[in-house]
């Protein structure tokens, strides 16, 4: 009972001791960003550490390193599981307030792209639009300066018609005396 009474806090106090280790060995990583080796350190930080102090920071960090586009290991949708996995586990932590404040950075983020992406739609419309009205509009300058060339012609007929009017009008006038 005495060899009980002693291992099983031995063993929790090792527990603990190597827990804290792999989070120093995470944060180090972090520090170093080496993000590929810095989440598998943390993920393990989180499997064997339930209640050990600095899980929450490892939450944190872990969800950057998920986050980071420049990381191996980018994924933005675990990134968000593992900020409301925060929010939730620790809500008193320091580290929830700026999950909250990430999401919601991430959230507005998200909608200006998708905001941009139809503008980028919205513009290619209209860039289409345009050249097919700048089309029409070429379409119809040519029909305009085929109409004066036209206009020009028949104004030539006219005068010439006028002439021969007044001929027509001078021999008649002639003729009647």
């Known amino acids: 009972m005495r060899l009980k009474s002693f291992l099983f806090p031995a063993l929790v106090l090792a527990a603990l001791t190597g827990c804290a280790s792999t989070l120093k060995q995470a944060d180090r990583l ?35 390193v998920h986050a980071l586009p420049a990381s191996p290991v980018h994924d933005e949708q675990r990134a ?8 939730r586990r620790f809500a008193s932590s320091p580290y929830s307030f700026e999950a909250a404040l ?20 919205v513009i ?8 097919r009205r700048e089309e029409d509009a070429g379409e119809l300058r040519a029909a305009v300066a085929q109409l004066n060339q036209e206009l020009g012609h028949l ?12 001929r027509l009008k001078a021999i008649d006038l002639d003729g009647s005396l």
């Open 124 to 131: 290619a419309e209209l860039a289409a639009e345009s050249s």
């Open 30 to 64: 972090f520090e170093e960003r080496a993000y590929a080796a810095a989440a598998a350190a943390y993920e393990a930080a989180l499997a064997d550490g339930s209640g050990a102090g600095g899980l929450d920071r490892a939450l944190f960090r872990l969800a950057l």
């Open 102 to 121: 990430v999401l919601e950075l991430e959230g507005r983020g998200r909608r200006l792209r998708d905001e941009a992406e139809r503008l980028r739609q």
């Open 155 to 166: 104004g030539e007929k006219i005068a010439e018609c006028e002439e021969q009017l007044e």
């Open 80 to 87: 968000r599981e593992l900020l409301r996995e925060l929010t």
